[in-house]
């Protein structure tokens, strides 16, 4: 793992392409994507090149030619929150009590962004709801590990143990396939044709006339429905009522798509699944059994659909939450990244990104060549893990400066405030500007 990284991006592009069934002949050449540069995302992880093949991927499913990825640009989509700009402000992309904190005898890993895990943590730590980061730094360091995430986790909230890797553990997840492909039964199959009449994009998108229902939240199922609605679907997003969405994190992922709020336990969701091409999950695995939503529940009630599951922790670990942040600290990640025992962090939130990206390659490679049978496609935050700490490594760890960004920027009016975010890591492709939050009609 020490090795040079340089080929590393075209080896797993080839991988990635092979699992999701692509003809080899489609690939490029050689080691062609060496030719087109690395992607500016410094680490001693190989982050840019599995930022590189993620986005070629799903660049080459659509079949567009991945030699034109451009790595700077791939650099600024996947460090979008960066650069976003809400009428000329940033936003508070982390909130206080997101961080890493010191235990007595180690570090945790806390994720407090949405007002319920700050709220939760709080009550777990025992400090009242106006403290500050300094209250909760004071509260972890008086316990240790083990006895501070299981309070905040008893409490409702995130956090979790900052970890050296295991690589027997890594071993057993890369012996899974990075985008798990199940095939429906031929006697179940439904072929769903896109009217290419019914797409408000422009018929000769790759998607045109596929309609996509987005049950996703928190950047990788979002970017991942974000690409499809760049690629010309239909993409109807849908949130519950009750849940707000953080109003920067949807409009620096929510481009072309219409969203509204639903309640998914309802039956209204299945008259939608009746005329949808694909449904996109992004919650626990064991929130949608209780939903009703299972991916195998789904697919054999609606013959011909194609599920996307995305999970922070995999199947195995079906009702545990967890963000990028958190998989990188508990898989290893950030004791490699960091420096003289304090952890660290990637460039970027790459295991969103690519996880997003991946799972937006394998359903447009599907879509474009499918038979009419149902298709459960699954990926994990933890496997992208996993494959980022197979991948080879620099010692180079030294930060890239931002430099200039601004022919790599998109510029919105929403609802008649100005934004700036990334614009589209694919190459030729612009961004339609997000809608409001819950702002349409839960119907196509």
Same mark, same amino acid.
């Given at each position: 793992m020490d090795s040079d990284p340089s080929s590393a991006a075209t080896d797993l592009l080839r991988r990635v392409?092979?699992?999701?069934?692509?003809?080899?002949?489609?690939?490029? #050449?050689?080691? /062609?994507?060496?030719?087109?540069?690395?992607?500016?995302?410094a680490s001693r992880t190989a982050t840019g090149e599995l930022a590189l093949a993620s986005v070629a991927a799903v660049t080459l499913a659509a079949g567009l030619d991945p030699l034109l990825v451009d790595p700077s640009r791939v650099a600024a989509a996947y460090r979008s929150d960066r650069y976003l700009r809400v009428d000329d402000e940033p936003p508070p992309v982390w909130a206080p009590l997101s961080g890493f904190w010191r235990s007595a005898d180690g570090?945790? #890993?806390?994720?407090?962004?949405?007002?319920?895990?700050?709220?939760?943590?709080?009550l777990a730590l025992g400090i009242d709801g106006d403290a500050a980061a300094?209250?909760?730094? #004071? /509260?972890?360091?008086?316990?240790?590990?083990?006895?501070?995430?299981? %309070?905040?986790?008893?409490?409702?909230?995130? /956090?979790? !143990?900052?970890?050296?890797?295991?690589?027997?553990?890594?071993e057993a997840w890369r012996r899974s396939p990075l985008l798990d492909i199940a095939v429906g039964s031929a006697d179940s199959a439904r072929f769903r044709h896109?009217?290419?009449? %019914?797409?408000?994009? !422009? /018929?000769?998108?790759?998607?045109?006339?596929?309609?996509?229902?987005?049950?996703? %939240?928190?950047?990788?199922?979002?970017?991942c429905t974000r690409t499809l609605a760049l690629l010309g679907a239909d993409v109807l997003r849908l949130d519950p009522p009750h849940l707000p969405e953080l109003p920067w994190q949807h409009?620096?992922?929510?481009?072309?798509?219409?969203?509204?709020?639903?309640?998914?336990r309802g039956p209204a969701i299945h008259a939608l699944l009746e005329d949808a091409d694909v449904i996109v999950l992004g919650y626990r695995p064991a929130a949608l059994d209780r939903m009703g939503l299972s991916p195998a529940d789904l697919a054999a009630r609606h013959p011909g659909l194609l599920v996307a599951e995305l999970s922070a922790w995999g199947t195995d670990q079906p009702d545990r939450a967890g963000f990028d942040s958190l998989v990188q600290a508990?898989?290893?990640?950030?004791?490699?990244?960091?420096?003289?025992? %304090?952890?660290?962090?990637?460039?970027?939130q790459a295991l969103d990104h690519s996880s997003g990206y991946l799972l937006a390659a394998a359903l447009t490679h599907l879509l474009r060549e499918r038979d009419g049978r149902s298709r459960i496609v699954r990926t994990s935050l933890r496997r992208i893990a996993a494959e980022?700490?197979?991948?080879?490594? @620099?010692?180079?760890?030294?930060?890239?400066?931002?430099?200039?960004?601004?022919a790599h920027l998109a510029r919105f009016d929403v609802a008649?405030?100005?934004?700036?975010?990334?614009? @589209?890591?694919?190459?030729?492709?612009?961004? $339609?500007?997000?809608?409001?939050?819950? $702002?349409?009609?839960? #119907?196509?």
């Open positions: 392409w092979g699992e999701i069934g692509g003809d080899t002949a489609a690939l490029p #050449r050689g080691d /062609a994507l060496r030719g087109i540069g690395s992607v500016p995302l570090w945790i #890993r806390t994720h407090g962004n949405y007002p319920h895990h700050a709220r939760a943590l709080r300094e209250s909760i730094a #004071r /509260a972890v360091s008086a316990l240790g590990t083990d006895e501070a995430v299981s %309070r905040i986790s008893a409490a409702g909230g995130l /956090a979790v !143990p900052v970890r050296p890797e295991d690589r027997a553990t890594d896109p009217s290419r009449d %019914r797409a408000d994009g !422009p /018929a000769t998108a790759p998607l045109a006339g596929v309609r996509v229902l987005d049950l996703t %939240r928190v950047i990788a199922g979002p970017v409009l620096d992922t929510g481009h072309g798509k219409r969203t509204a709020l639903l309640d998914a508990e898989s290893g990640i950030a004791l490699i990244e960091g420096n003289d025992g %304090r952890p660290g962090a990637l460039p970027a980022l700490l197979g991948m080879p490594r @620099s010692a180079n760890a030294d930060p890239v400066a931002d430099g200039d960004a601004s008649g405030t100005p934004i700036v975010t990334a614009a @589209s890591a694919l190459p030729g492709l612009t961004f $339609a500007p997000p809608h409001p939050w819950g $702002a349409d009609d839960p #119907r196509w």
